[in-house]
């Protein structure tokens, strides 16, 4: 083959791929079902400074960056879609080959305040940035890092993503009482888990969901301390199990939590807006798993509680007027966490938010038992997030024992 030869069929090749790129790409199944932004998973290198930031990790969340100064760099950081709940989440990690200390601006392209970063070297344990480093600049924030060759994670809230939630879920599923089971899977093809605890062929169900909003760490916190409780060794525990089956699906939203989004399904809705419709495969699948349960002859729901963070410590409820079964659960269970922990404060909203489709609404309607959105704060503490859930999970426990008409144990 000459010269001219290869020259000609590389034109052609390069005319053809040209042509192509013009074409509509088939769509797969997958392709065509997600309907928010992608984020380009990459590295910014800044060679002059040493400084090099990425967003190549699960649950990263970070959408450009420019450099503004010798030691100052602003970040983008985007929505998957817009119009958006204001819970604006951010990951990534920054580095430097030389310890210096770098101003970073976080610039939102959507309303929403960024949340004080969190810090961590290994991705799992971490700590709070000082406030002092943490400063306004018009309505932007700016924090002030040392970097150094060891890469810092930062992040809007500590890490606590599919792979520590994957290997909780691994392990309750392997308890000598719990079976785990496959519900379904989400756009991109992550499997639901849900497992369930319980050491009695009584039809008596309590179900818990969580992280159907992916930035909500302290509502899977919580989850895991309730859950935790009702599978922990205590009388009331063991007692509980043998009256009650728990069917626990911690993770809703998992192709969310995978790509750092503020709030949607990849198919670019909010989850919990969607148990109406059930356009999203995710709410669909959890909303069938449950009731093919609670359907089943002779079963009976009890409760239903979904876990999420706010701004602050609030329990979504039905009004004490509205009929569930069992009766007066929601009103005597916010009377024994009150009682039990006298120096906490957290609110009870009765019909918060009735009009909208969302799980506790259609776990009320649907099931007649209680439906609860369980939310603690963005900001509360988290050791007191994992006691006070602890102490719900053991009146819960305690008072329907009660109800089912056996031994609350000693
Ligand atoms: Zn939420």
């Known amino acids: ?78 929505p998957e879609n817009r119009p958006i709940n204001t819970s604006p989440w951010y990951a990534f990690q920054v580095g430097a080959a030389e310890k210096q200390t770098v101003s970073l601006k976080f610039h939102l392209t959507y309303r929403g305040t960024a949340a004080l970063p969190k810090l961590s070297h290994d991705g799992v344990n971490w700590t709070r940035l000082d ?25 809007a809230h500590e890490p606590f993503g599919l792979k520590p939630l994957n290997a909780w879920m691994d392990a309750k599923a392997k308890l000598p009482f719990a079976r785990g089971k496959i519900i379904g899977e989400s756009i991109e093809h992550r499997p639901l888990r849900q497992f369930t605890l319980g050491e009695t062929a009584n039809a008596n169900f309590v179900f818990i969901i969580g992280r159907q909003h992916p930035p909500e760490i302290t509502g899977t916190i ?107 659960f929601t009103k005597q269970w916010m009377a024994a966490i009150r009682a039990r922990f006298p120096d906490y404060k957290f609110k009870r909203d009765a019909g918060h938010n009735v009009s909208q489709p969302t799980s506790k609404h259609w776990a009320w309607t649907t099931l007649g038992c209680p439906g609860i959105t369980y939310e603690f704060g963005y900001n509360t503490d988290r050791a007191l997030v994992r006691k006070i859930s602890a102490g719900a999970a053991e009146e819960m426990m305690k008072l329907l024992l009660k109800e089912a008409g056996a031994s609350a144990g000693k």
């Open 1 to 78: 083959m000459n010269t001219h030869t290869v020259f000609a069929r590389r034109n052609f090749i390069a005319g053809l791929l040209a042509a192509l790129a013009f074409l509509p790409l088939p769509h797969t199944g997958r392709a065509a079902e997600i309907k928010v932004e992608l984020q380009p998973r990459r590295t910014w290198d800044f060679p002059k400074v040493g400084v090099k930031f990425n967003n190549e990790f699960s649950g990263a969340r970070l959408n450009g960056v420019e450099q503004t100064g010798d030691h100052e760099f602003t970040l983008t950081i985007n």
């Open 222 to 328: 919580g989850l895991m301390s309730f859950v935790d409780t009702i599978a922990g060794d205590s009388q009331l525990a063991r007692n509980f199990r043998k009256q009650f089956q728990t069917v626990v699906i911690p993770l809703v939203n998992p192709d969310g939590v995978e790509h750092g989004h503020w709030r949607s399904t990849l198919g670019g809705l909010d989850s919990n807006r969607d148990w109406a419709k059930f356009t999203q495969p995710e709410p669909r699948a959890t909303s069938r798993a449950i009731s093919a349960l609670a359907k089943s002859p002779g079963a009976r729901a009890f409760l239903f509680v979904d876990f999420h963070s706010t701004g602050e410590d609030v329990f979504y409820t039905q009004k004490d007027d509205e009929p569930t079964f069992p009766k007066d």
């Open 131 to 155: 406030t002092n480093a943490w400063m306004l600049a018009g309505t932007n924030r700016v924090a002030k890092l040392t970097i150094g060759p060891r890469p810092l994670w930062v992040f």
